[in-house]
Each structure stands twice: as structure tokens, then as C-alpha cells.
């Protein structure tokens, strides 16, 4: 009599135990990712004896109502259930995702009393799609270099540019230069969240005025907008030749100053001297317009 009570006593106990592992097999929280349209696998491991027991995958507080599949009916709409008895794990594939798959769910092992639950949680990324940015430029600039960068910093652009015409695809960005109409295309395949953003269409020129376009790019699940803002042209001089220029004018017109002290002092030489010194204040002012224009370009676009 004795004898029995113990092993009732130990059963129970290997009992409790088993759950107890149980439970600690199913307290970490299951993180997955997907992508829209794509199918993902969510795999739930359980304790050993309950190979036999039912398995479901469920949302919310996990009614009846909430429950997506159980391995008594194997498939359900979008959803497919597999259990490996061999290595006890069950294994749920949800198809076609969207963005409302995202979130919570739990898996579940059905029990006498209270079933077990592993937490899952389930992130639908947009991955796929292409979009087109086409950029227009002038009849002169057919035979110029076309490239396309991101950003906003039309003065470093040609060096980060992601696609030229002299190299015109790549895994991701496709050029295509249509010279009829005076316009070219850049393709964006593979399209991802991490897309958005700033773009500068440039079209390179020898005399150093780059033209630019730019465009927003804004993806947003399967929705893709483009937003074209209004052509910039940009006159890219380095800060080193506006230095050169700022020399040049100080030497001109020290030169100039010291040529009219040599004037005045021949008396006869005061006409010509007042007509070259009309003349040196309207290239003062010329320069000094160039000056304040291009400082004024170079701190509205770089700054």
C-alpha cells in the first residue's frame, strides 16, 4: 500500500516537472519576419509527451473563434499546419502575406486544464515592385553624362551617383536615355521601405553648370509615390577658384591704383586717365556682382 502511494506520489511529480518544462520551453517570445505576398513559417517547439496532443495557431485571447489552424484539420484558408513529432516542433506557414498579418500571435498545445502558449510576434516588411523616375533635359545636353544620386547635396552628387549613362545598370537601378525626347529614365526594381527618400537627377556639362531634378520617393507598403519639386540649376564652383577670383581682383586693382598714381602725375594724360578709370568702376561692378551672385548660389544650395 505504501509502495503505491509512492509512485503515485513520484508520477504526479515526473507530471509536474514536465510541465513545469513545458512552460519554460514556451516563455520566450518567437520573433518573425516576412514580406508582403511572400509566405512565412512559424515553428513552435513543445515538452516531450505531447506528441499526441493538439496544436493550433491563434490570435487575440485565443477563442474558438480565434483560432487560424489546428493540426486536426492541417489547412484553412491561408494557413497550413504541420507537426514533426520526431523533433516536436509544429510548424504553421501562413501564405500570401499582408500588412494586417502583422502582430501578435500564439501557439498553442491543447491540455487537460490549461493549454500552453508561445508568444509569437510576426513583422510584414514590402519588399518587390519597381518604380520609374524620368528627368527631362535640354537639346544641347543629348550627349552629355546622366546620372542619378540621393540626397539633397547637388555638389558631391556625381561622385555618390547610384546609376550613370556610361554604366547603366545594376542589381537594383536601370538607366535608359530616350535622346528623341530629350529625357531619361531611371528604374528602381526590388523596392523596400528603405528606398524613400531625396533623389537628384543631374545632367553633367563641361562648362561646369550642372543641371538638376529632383524628386521625393515615398514607399509605403505596395503604394509607391513620386514627388517631382521644380528644376534647379546649379553653377558648381569649387570653393578654391572663388579664392582665385578674390585674388585676381585685389591684384587688378592694386595694379590699376598704381598705374593712376603714374597718371597723375602727367598732367597731360588726365582725359585718358578719367575714361580708364570709368572703365575700372564698371569691371569692379561686374566683379562684384559675379561675387555676390555666386555667394549667394553656393549658400541657398550647399547650405
Same mark, same amino acid.
Given at each position: 500500500m505504501i509502495y503505491l502511494i509512492i509512485t503515485v506520489y513520484v508520477m504526479k511529480l515526473k507530471k509536474n516537472i514536465k510541465d513545469t518544462a513545458a512552460n519554460?520551453?514556451?516563455?520566450?517570445?518567437?520573433?518573425?519576419?516576412?514580406?508582403?505576398?511572400?509566405?512565412?513559417?512559424?515553428?513552435?517547439?513543445?515538452?516531450?509527451?505531447?506528441?499526441?496532443?493538439?496544436?493550433?495557431?491563434?490570435?487575440?485571447?485565443?477563442?474558438?473563434?480565434?483560432?487560424?489552424?489546428?493540426?486536426t484539420e492541417a489547412?484553412?484558408?491561408?494557413?497550413?499546419?504541420?507537426?514533426?513529432?520526431?523533433?516536436?516542433?509544429?510548424t504553421t506557414t501562413l501564405s500570401d502575406l499582408s500588412s494586417v498579418d502583422a502582430g501578435k500571435y500564439w501557439c498553442g498545445v491543447t491540455r487537460t486544464g490549461k493549454d500552453t502558449y508561445t508568444e509569437v510576434r510576426l513583422e510584414v516588411d514590402y519588399e518587390?515592385?519597381?518604380?520609374?523616375?524620368?528627368?527631362?533635359?535640354?537639346s544641347e545636353?543629348?550627349?552629355?553624362?546622366?546620372?542619378?544620386?540621393?540626397?539633397?547635396?547637388?555638389?558631391?552628387?556625381?561622385?555618390?551617383?547610384?546609376?550613370?549613362?556610361?554604366?547603366?545598370?545594376?542589381?537594383?537601378?536601370?538607366?535608359?536615355?530616350?535622346?528623341?525626347?530629350?529625357?531619361?529614365?531611371?528604374?528602381?526594381?526590388?523596392?523596400?521601405?528603405?528606398?524613400s527618400g531625396s533623389y537628384?537627377?543631374?545632367?553633367?556639362?563641361?562648362?561646369?553648370?550642372?543641371v538638376f531634378s529632383a524628386a521625393e520617393l515615398e514607399v509605403k507598403g505596395q503604394a509607391v509615390q513620386i514627388t517631382a519639386r521644380v528644376r534647379l540649376r546649379v553653377f558648381i564652383v569649387p570653393a578654391v577658384l572663388l579664392l582665385i577670383l578674390i585674388f585676381a581682383l585685389v591684384m587688378y586693382k592694386y595694379k590699376c591704383y598704381k598705374v593712376q598714381?603714374?597718371?597723375?602725375?602727367?598732367?597731360?594724360a588726365l582725359n585718358s586717365l578719367h575714361s580708364q578709370a570709368?572703365?575700372? @568702376? %564698371? !569691371? /569692379? +561692378? $561686374? *566683379?562684384? @556682382? %559675379? !561675387? /555676390? +551672385? $555666386? *555667394?549667394y548660389i553656393y549658400i541657398y544650395i550647399y547650405i
Open positions: 519554460m520551453l514556451t516563455a520566450a517570445v518567437i520573433h518573425v519576419s516576412g514580406y508582403e505576398g511572400r509566405d512565412v513559417n512559424v515553428s513552435c517547439s513543445y515538452g516531450e509527451g505531447y506528441e499526441s496532443y493538439e496544436k493550433y495557431l491563434c490570435r487575440n485571447d485565443c477563442g474558438n473563434s480565434d483560432v487560424l489552424v489546428k493540426t489547412k484553412k484558408n491561408k494557413y497550413s499546419i504541420y507537426d514533426d513529432k520526431k523533433r516536436r516542433v509544429f518587390g515592385g519597381s518604380v520609374s523616375i524620368s528627368c527631362s533635359y535640354e545636353d543629348q550627349h552629355n553624362l546622366k546620372y542619378i544620386c540621393r540626397g539633397k547635396q547637388p555638389s558631391t552628387c556625381l561622385q555618390q551617383a547610384l546609376i550613370t549613362s556610361d554604366n547603366t545598370h545594376n542589381a537594383q537601378f536601370r538607366l535608359t536615355d530616350d535622346k528623341e525626347s530629350r529625357k531619361f529614365t531611371v528604374n528602381i526594381t526590388s523596392l523596400t521601405q528603405e528606398d537628384l537627377c543631374g545632367v553633367h556639362r563641361n562648362t561646369g553648370l550642372d598714381g603714374m597718371f597723375d602725375i602727367q598732367i597731360h570709368n572703365t575700372h @568702376i %564698371y !569691371i /569692379y +561692378i $561686374y *566683379i562684384y @556682382i %559675379y !561675387i /555676390y +551672385i $555666386y *555667394i
